[in-house]
């Protein structure tokens, strides 16, 4: 699989995407989405790929859209960005595994909204976070103002998306927007360490327990507890259920269906 805009590898269970334009700091364009897009597919359609890890090659993360792209676009080309964008979010929201965006730099705009797309975000101490795009006299495109007030609340993503203020990675640990900021030196080993933690657990459970979340998130608690309940009960018909409480009782590490070298 060839692309132009991004690199894809594996190591062990793990999917790595790497935005890969360090010549514009890794700003994005339609045809760098579609292939984040069509890598996300094929890692959620590999058997041997439990957890994806989405980061930046070079410095950056992503800068945000390309602005000489941008600006070419009249309404209806703006609305397709939007929509394709928006798209392409939602699937690695909703995607069966999980995603880890390892922040290594500028995660602005466009990069901000899809770190946000992801189940975890991990930070270098190098990074910087925002929605400047009323500086440039339009507003976030790709659901940035509802995952960031659904992450660090209505009135603090008013005030980042009004000001467009950048903020550092710590201003974004204190709010809620990163999971946890690792020094840059151990930063990978860092993010790696976390997937493989999500990688050795039952996959299943892991598939189902990410869905659960994401659709009682936006419901109400007794709604969202039926999923739970649900899902829960549906677990114990599986056979990873089995082998995971009978490796527990026998003190020895799960061999779970879906492992190719189980």
Request: proline share 3%.
């Amino acid at each position: 699989m060839t692309f132009n805009n991004i690199i894809i590898e594996s190591e062990g269970k793990l999917g790595i995407l790497k935005i890969n334009r360090p010549d514009v700091l890794n700003a994005v364009n339609v045809a760098t989405i579609l292939e984040i897009e069509q890598a996300m597919h094929h890692f959620n359609d590999d058997d041997n790929i439990y957890v994806v890890i989405i980061t930046g090659q070079g410095k950056s993360f992503v800068s945000g859209s390309d602005i000489a792209r941008l600006i070419e676009m009249d309404g209806l080309k703006a609305r397709e960005y939007s929509r394709i964008g928006q798209r392409v979010l939602s699937y690695i929201e909703n995607m069966e595994k999980p995603v880890i965006a390892a922040v290594n730099g500028y995660a602005l705009g466009s990069g901000c909204e899809l770190a946000m797309a992801c189940d975890i975000r991990v930070a270098s101490e190098k990074a910087k976070f925002g929605q400047p795009e009323v500086k440039l006299g339009i507003i976030p495109g790709h659901a940035g103002t509802q995952r960031l007030a659904r992450l660090v609340g209505i009135g603090k993503a008013k005030e980042l998306i009004f000001t467009g203020d950048l903020i550092d990675a710590q201003e974004a640990l204190r709010i809620g927007l990163v999971n946890k900021v690792v020094p840059l030196d151990k930063f990978m080993d860092d993010v790696k360490s976390i997937a493989n933690k999500i990688a050795d657990a039952g996959p299943t459970a892991v598939h189902i327990a990410k869905t659960v979340i994401n659709r009682g998130i936006d419901t109400n608690l007794t709604t969202a507890s039926s999923y739970e309940m649900e899902a829960f009960s549906i677990l114990f018909s599986t056979d990873e259920a089995k082998e995971g409480m009978k490796a527990f009782l026998e003190k020895r590490k799960p061999k779970w269906a879906l492992d190719s070298n189980g």
